[in-house]
DNA sequence: GATTATAGCTAACTATCGTTAGTTAGTCAA
DNA sequence: TTGACTAACTAACGATAGTTAGCTATAATC
């Protein structure tokens, strides 16, 4: 790992733990293993630190995206490739999308650390509400709304659907705590189970 | 309002948009009116007066959740009071609950103010958790077992039941915005709507 | 009227902040 | 071998942090 890395996913860590302004550069180059101004050579400021971390996050965002919502195409295609299994589907992307943010070396610090800074940082408020909030809530109401015209869901405002689905996912993030990991998970499925039971259309057997 | 006060409303705010370490006692100072050796009248240090929000804070919230979770008693005697009229009763509690923290004078920059500082300070994080996550969910997962066992609910598990309907206005409230708030309040109204349509057992009419 | 307490002030302390200048050792290409 | 580049370093800059000491004017108390 070039000294580049160890310097942004450092600071990342330290951001998530004592918060941005909370985190000195002498610090931040002790925890690296370097003097604070050597630092410089590689970023330009602490908010260019700052500003680094936000674009790889996007980045590696992207790509989680496409990797646990697999089903490629537009919305309407993706949703067909739900029918006859949407609960196992459903466990997929909860549990994927919540391990990631929960877990992941990189997304986990930053989701901490963008909740922290997002009402003294306008682009972190941004990307707070784009990526927890706007964003799995947007994607999620046009999965929704498709598996209801293919008739799988029953029929009702796929907004609402996609807060009842999401919303549980988004607290037990929140609240995660790494001694609770398991219990956390069992929560998270039962939640899936029953958002199924109350959504899902019954299957003519 | 004694300059104590002012000063602990003040300093809130100034938190709440900037962070703990974003504020310097002179700005404090300057937005109080007065000069920064001054505010060591009135407390001892910084973090004192970052104490003095949280214990006040304290005291606001049981005043209001009294308030609001009106039926006094046992949660028994509390559950007796709902059966009937779950829906306005439910309606009651989330609005009452998100108007609170949405918007009043105190409890709103608090819970940004707490929100910023929860991975900072450990008593914020704690505060956090019991406040926002734990408190509310034990509270309602109480309410839902009763409901249930008075027939008003669906049998299942009431843990999830209060996860599915305190997480919706737990989100809501992470993503508030005073400029959306009518849209707000009309998607919080919807979740409740669709919650009991779910869960709470048709009346024989 | 004298005394005490309250609550403001100025000035200054030490510590630390982000950052810059200038230096040095190592690497690699011409 | 030289020269350019990289990435570390030491030292120091001005600004600002939280806090303290000591002063003053007003209000309350004896």
Redesign the interface.
Known sequence: MTTKDLILITALRLF????Y??VSMRELATEVGIKAASIYNHFSSKEDIFNSILVEMQNRYEQIVNTINVPAGTSKEAAKQYVGMPEEKLQQIAGGLFLYFAKDEFAAPFR?MI??????NTIAGDVF?QMF??GALEYQTELFKNLIEQGEFID??P??IA??F???V??LL??YDETKEQETME?LY??VN??SR?YVKRRSE
């Open positions: 998530s733990e004592r918060g302004d909370g901490k909740t922290s800074e997002q009402y003294r509400m909030i706007n009702c405002d907004e609402i807060l009842h999401y919303a549980p988004f607290l929140a609240s929560t039962k939640h029953q958002f109350l």
